[in-house]
């Protein structure tokens, strides 16, 4: 159920209280035929070595990860689409990569299982709004983006899952050092809404404090 239209401006300040998020566990159910490979036990450690596009200005993206190794969180505190009312020409579209350096115990390698997505969006009838997001191994031709659509009128948190299969899993080569490229892109149309009186817009972040965007470790151990 939607919750009641309220103005943008009502809406704003709940929307940047919800830009910390709080890291919460999750993992991937294992399939019955095998339990998943254990995550190594010494600290995997990630640094950003590179920020760019306009949904992730300096200062407003950070990165953590889970102390259990599961997996690892990405808060935007700064990463908001939007059509109409108040917004610039460019703003209907944002984006973001970056660039990490995931630091993987000795004898481990690791793959992108499963990714999560949450914001908050405001759409007004007849408006839509599209969440899209990819990564990648730097050097790795195993590039795939996957896009998830929302039509207005809605008012809520709105929530994505990317997941790969397990035969379909892209692992980081072992004993070699590669940057794993995260990319993301929110975009809002007006559609058949009055940009001239109203505002829609999309934001990779919740009103409730929820994690942004959460990505699942799959393990293994190398040869």
């Known amino acids: 159920m939607h919750r009641p239209h309220r103005s943008r401006r009502a809406l704003r300040p709940a929307l940047i209280a919800g830009a910390t998020a709080v890291l919460v566990a999750a993992a991937a159910t294992p399939s019955p035929a095998a339990a998943a490979p254990k995550p190594p036990p010494d600290r995997v450690v990630i640094d950003v070595v590179a920020v760019n596009g306009s949904g992730c200005p300096a200062g407003t993206a950070a990165v953590s990860v889970a102390a259990d190794n599961t997996a690892f969180t990405v808060t935007y505190s700064d990463y908001t689409a939007q059509v109409g009312v108040g917004a610039k ?5 944002k984006n973001c990569q970056l660039g990490l350096n995931v630091h993987v115990p000795q004898g481990f390698t690791y793959a992108i299982a499963r990714a999560d997505y949450r914001g908050f969006a405001h759409l007004e009838d007849g408006a839509a709004g599209m969440e899209r997001a990819s990564y990648y191994f730097q050097g790795s031709a195993n590039t795939t983006s996957v896009s998830h659509r929302f039509t207005g009128p809605l008012t809520d948190n709105w929530q994505s899952s990317d997941v790969t299969a397990a035969d379909a899993l892209v692992y980081a080569p072992c004993g070699v050092q590669r940057i794993l490229n995260v990319n993301t892109e929110l ?9 001239r009186t109203t505002t829609s817009f999309m934001a990779m972040d919740s009103t409730d404090g929820s994690v942004n965007t959460l990505y699942h470790f799959a393990w293994k151990e190398c040869p």
């Open 187 to 195: 975009r809002v149309g007006a559609g058949t809404s009055d940009p």
């Open 89 to 93: 020409p460019t703003d209907f579209r």
